[in-house]
């Protein structure tokens, strides 16, 4: 059975900074785009990041574009969220999904499996 564990979310000041990781099992992530989304409180989930397994391409919100970086290892079976200046508007419930598509990577629905979430809030 496939599972994605996220950790590394918890309380920090506005500024501060937060490292997310995803260890995945039961799937080799170097064939799969891998990404991050998030879903605050009475608000729809929405994309944060992505890694495409082809080329190791990246993509962001334009939100975080500049604070926040997606990696992969793919030697470890994990992938990384590193969260800089982070803002009260940053805090909500982050996801981890694995998806074998190389297009439509921002969107939810290309996505095959998903992590429980780990949350974030970040105080102003």
């Known amino acids: 059975q496939v599972q994605l564990v996220e950790s590394g979310g918890g309380l920090v000041q506005a500024g501060g900074s937060l490292r997310l990781s995803c260890v995945v099992s039961?799937?080799?992530?170097?064939?799969?785009?891998m990404g991050w989304f998030r879903q605050a409180p009475g608000k729809e989930r929405e994309f944060v990041a992505a890694?495409?397994?082809?080329?190791?391409?990246?993509l962001y919100q334009d939100s975080v574009k500049g604070r926040f970086t997606i990696s992969r290892d793919n030697a470890k079976n994990a992938v990384y969220l590193q969260m800089n200046s982070l803002k009260a508007e940053d805090t909500a419930v982050y996801y981890c999904?694995?998806?074998?598509?190389?297009?439509?990577?921002?969107?939810?629905?290309?996505?095959?499996?998903w992590g429980q979430g780990t949350q974030v809030t970040v105080s102003s």
């Open positions: 999904a694995a998806s074998k598509r190389v297009i439509g990577v921002r969107s939810g629905s290309s996505y095959d499996y």
């Open positions: 039961q799937l080799t992530i170097s064939s799969y785009s």
């Open positions: 890694i495409k397994w082809s080329g190791g391409v990246t």
